[in-house]
Structure formats: C-alpha cells, structure tokens
C-alpha cells in the first residue's frame, strides 16, 4: 500500500471537518491520569424535538465509530449500524434524534494515541493514558450536557457499546428513560480477554510497530494489524455461519494451488477484511480499547456485586442476545438480566435465535430489528407521558 | 379476555407486584396493568409471544419457568400467577417450590383431568380425553403430569402448602370449592384455580 503516509495525511486533514466538541473540563481517568480540554468527535442523526423527549445515545463498539448510519464521510463506506438506524429504521431518524460518539482512545477524531502530545509535541502513542469503559463514558457525559440533554430516551449498543451502556447507567442512573445492551457483559470473560491479547500481539510483533513510535513515522503496522482484525473477524461468525457461507469453497480457481495464497474463500474473505481495515483504523487504538474491554468488570466496582451497581436504576431495560454469539454468550447477557432482576429493575430480555454469531447485531436479522423498533417505539410513548404528568 | 384470565384478576388487589408465569402474548400483564395498576413481569419461552409483549411495552424476560426461575429473588412478588401449564413442566413439584419461593402467594390454575367429560372419554371410549381446554392428542400433548382438582388439593395438604381459595370453572359459572364439595366439584370443573402461600 504506496499511499498510506498519503492517506494518513488525508485522513487527519477530513478529520478537521467533523463534529467535535472541546471537552474543557478536566476528566480524571481510572488509572489516576487526568485529561483535560480534549477533543470528542461525534455525530447526530435527526432532530432533537422541542421538549427534548427523543434522544437516542448510541454507544459503539471496538472498531465502530460515530458514523451510525448514511455514508461515512471519512471512508465513504456505509455507516455501520445502518441496519437498524436511518429513516423509517428501527431507530427511526425521522422520529428519534440519534447521538453518537467517538469513543476517547479511538481514532475518529476524539482524543487518542495519535493525537500530539502537548508535553513531546509528538504523536502519544504509549505516552497515552490507559483508558477504561467508564473513561470513555464520563467523557461522553459531556456530551449530552453540550446538547442539551437532560435525560435520554434511549441509550443502546452492542458488544462493546453495550459494555459502555451498562457503565453509562451504573454511573448515571438517572440519565436514561430506557436502555438496550445487546449482545455484551457485565466484565469481560478469560476467553475474551485471551482473544484481545491475541490481537494486541499480532500488533506489538509487527516490526513496523516500534514500540507505538510508527505513527510520528506516518507508517502504520498493517500486518499486524491485519491479523488482529482477522482474529476478531473470526470471533464474530458462529462456526456454522461459517460453514455454511464458506464450507471448503475455493477462491475463484478450480483447485488447489498448492502454495500459500489464499486459496480459500474464507482465508480471502479474512485477508480482505484484515487489509481493508488497516487504512480505517490506528494500531494503537486497538491497544488501548482492547484493554479498556478487558479491564471492564462491573460487578468489581461494586465490591463484587453486579446487583449492587443497578440498585439506583429506574431505567427500563431490554437486554438482547443471540443464540450463536460464543463472544457475548446468552450465559453472558442473562447474567446481566438476573442482576437487573434481583435489583428490582425493570427488565425485558429477548434470545434471537439465529446462526450469525455476534455479528448479528450489525446485520439485518428481521426479529431483532423488530424487537428493537417495538422496544423503542413503546418506550417514547411512555416518556412522552411521563413527561407530561 | 377469557373467563379464567377475569378471574385470576379478580383474585388480584389492586397495586400490587405480579410475575406472570408463561404470560404468553401479555394480554393478562395488559389487564392487570391497566385496570389495577399492577406492576406486572412476565416470563415466557415463545420468541413471537415475547415480540408481543415488547411491542405492548410490557416486561417480559425470554425463558423457561422449568430452569429459570431461580433469577427471581425470594418473596419479590406480591403474587406470582401460572396458567395452565404445571402440567407441562418435567417437575411440577420444584416448579411450585419456587413460585412459592418468589412470590408472597400463588395462583394456579390447572385444566381438571376430574372432569366429567374427560371421565368418559376414557371409562366408556378407553380413549385419552381430547376436549376444549386439553386439545391435544396423546401423542403431542406437552402436559406431563395431569392432575385433577382432587389431585392438587391433597397435593397441597402433603406439601403443607396452604390453600387460601380455590374456584372451579365451568364455561362461564365460577364456584368456591372447599373440602365439603371437592367430589363434585371435581366432576364438574374444567378448570381449578388455586390461591395457596
């Protein structure tokens, strides 16, 4: 890839043009750092209505970011939630007004390891704060209080979204009317934590790397990048999603070529997302959002009881799952429900039963959407009258 | 709504907390919570009626009475309510121990294998019972373990679990049924319902 300096560049001079909002207030971080006026990038969707009853926060999850729906306008791909959010959506756009951020540690435009460091005046890279969920959360407080936004309609996100979700309404009970963590945990799982690593080391093994120093270079680990985003491409299909889409199906030729080029339609398929990504995504945010994912254990903050951090919720809740997602099991997000239960919450909960693993929230699975949009839709009409009383 | 739905409600005070168990598309959760202000919660297994009931803006949680009730904490609920479904359940009896657990009290109902047209079908035809409110045939019948009113009362005096109100339906009579009229009550219900805790 000749242009990657060059796309970089590009990059960083399209990022001067989207939504920001200069965080003035100082943020102590988890890990006892403290940033303070830092950029978060974001975006909305729709229009906010004059009492201020249809605010849908949208949180997103590791690769995500606060393009929701319509073209990106960074890498003029589809928004990644376009399934579900968009006019006459699920997330009705013509009804609700959708917020989005860009998580901090990310890439998109919010304070993150390629940003430059006032202290070196050089690009972070380790220099950066470890982050965690409730980090990017309270970051994303301020956000709300920019718009306006007293209390949310709705909040809602899946996989890592949804781990920010469950941290937004530990942190913030009174926030939100209603909430949607869809296929996520309360703390992430050994098996979870050992897939991140495995991510992180493709990245860190990569030469280019250098120790996070590559972004003042204006190169980028692509290698192992690439192979981190395919470790995750794998963890998001179910094995017979898999089956089923690839099987033993051989890459555009009649048989094998007995060499090492990808001669499977699923090692072309793993390759092409893995080095379509790099000219989206820094390594070094994979670091430090896949650690932030890691550290999540929300039970932990609350001395070991996951009920103890919904106690203060009057929040309703729909928690979503799918049947083969073995990132986010069903195990995983009832473990959820029966804390919200125990904590008297109100609390819906739905399994969609489908062969799409975890990706199944990004795609156009016709029960989840439905659930989504009955949810939503019903919720609304419940604000809108409370308000009114 | 149907008899035995008007009355489990009326069974039911006004602002209180009810699970319902196996709430089926919520059109019982709809009416306790608009009529009576309940605080209602459901659980059922079926997707589509799970749908219905999100769609109704009700609480429901997706699952299996059989393995998940132990989510529910003890005595979080004013009254927990199972409609026709004890029978289907692999064990009726820790099925019961723990709606009892969770809730102050119980209602149950269960369709009467006592009754008389079920009597006959199988004294005089030698066939299993098909009628209105068991509608399967015994090959695909999800009940288990059918019990008469008789059944569940002596059920009940075993088990030490206090029966407060039983009432027996039949098309649209109801009637309270007590020790002293429990054999032809018994013949003549089709379905029981039980408040016991």
């Known amino acids: 890839m000749p242009s990657l300096a060059g796309l970089f560049f590009w990059m960083n001079v399209k990022l001067e043009n989207i939504k920001k909002l200069n965080v003035s207030k100082s943020l102590k971080l988890d890990c006892g750092k403290t940033i303070s006026n830092f950029p978060l990038a974001y975006e909305t969707y729709g229009k906010l209505n004059g009492n201020k009853d249809n605010a849908v926060l949208v949180f997103h999850a590791l690769t995500g970011d606060q393009f929701v729906t319509g073209t990106n306008p960074i890498t003029k791909k589809e928004g990644w939630w376009v399934t579900a959010v968009g006019p006459g959506k699920a997330i009705d756009t013509n009804k609700y007004f959708v917020i989005c951020a860009n998580v901090i540690g990310g890439c998109m435009g919010s304070l993150g390891p390629k940003n430059i460091n006032p202290d070196t005046k050089m690009p972070y890279g380790l220099d950066f704060p470890v982050i965690t969920i409730r980090d990017m959360v309270r970051a994303q407080e301020s956000l709300l209080e920019h718009l306006g936004i007293k209390k949310l309609l709705c909040a809602t996100g899946g996989s890592m979204g949804g781990m920010q979700l469950l941290q937004f309404c530990a942190t913030f009970p009174d926030k939100a009317f209603s909430a949607i963590p869809i296929a996520c945990s309360s703390s992430h799982s050994a098996q979870n934590i050992a897939l991140n690593e495995l991510a992180r080391q493709a990245i860190m093994a990569d030469p280019v790397w250098e120790n996070g120093k590559y972004v003042s270079k204006n190169v980028q680990p692509k290698n192992g990048l690439a192979v981190a985003r395919m470790v995750g491409h794998i963890s998001y299909l179910s094995e017979k999603g898999m089956q089923e889409k690839f099987g033993r199906k051989l890459q555009e030729k009649a048989d094998y070529e007995f060499s090492f080029n990808a001669d499977f339609q699923v090692e072309s398929y793993l390759r092409h997302q893995g080095y379509a990504f790099v000219e989206r995504f820094d390594a070094n945010s994979i670091l430090y959002i896949t650690r932030a994912m890691d550290y999540f254990d929300l039970s932990k903050q609350y001395n070991g009881g996951l009920v103890e951090a919904f106690k203060k919720q009057n929040t309703k809740f729909l928690v979503i799952s799918f049947s083969s997602d073995w990132l986010y099991t069903t195990k995983e997000n009832k473990d959820i429900v029966i804390a919200l239960n125990a904590s008297g919450a109100d609390v819906s909960y739905s399994e969609i039963i489908t062969d799409k693993g975890h990706d199944s929230f990004l795609l156009n699975e016709p029960e989840f959407l439905k659930t989504l949009k009955s949810f939503i839709d019903s919720m609304y009409e419940k604000f809108k009258n409370e308000k009114r009383i | ?197």
């Open chain 2, 1 to 197: 709504m149907k008899k035995e739905f008007k009355v489990i409600a009326e069974l039911l005070p006004n602002d209180t907390r009810v699970l319902d168990v196996g709430c089926g598309d919520g059109s019982l959760m709809n009416f306790l919570k608009q009529e009576k202000n309940i605080e209602v919660r459901g659980l059922e297994l079926n997707q589509d009626n799970v749908q219905q009931c999100i769609h109704k803006g009700l609480p429901v949680i997706q699952g299996n009475a059989e393995t998940e009730l132990h989510q529910f904490p003890d005595k979080s609920f004013d009254y927990v309510v199972l409609s026709q479904t004890l029978q289907a359940f692999y064990e009726p009896e820790e099925v019961l121990k723990n709606l009892l657990r969770i809730g102050k009290s119980v209602i149950v109902s269960i369709p009467n294998f006592g009754y008389w047209k079920v009597r006959i079908k199988l004294l005089f035809f030698g066939e299993m019972p098909v009628t209105k409110t068991l509608p399967n045939t015994w090959y695909n019948t999800p009940n288990l373990h059918m019990c008469t009113i008789k059944d569940l009362f002596k059920f009940c005096d075993e088990k030490n679990i206090n029966i407060k109100k039983v009432i027996g339906v039949n098309e649209d009579t109801t009637s309270l049924i007590k020790k002293g009229n429990l054999e032809i009550k018994n013949l003549f219900s089709k379905l029981g319902i039980f408040l016991i805790g």
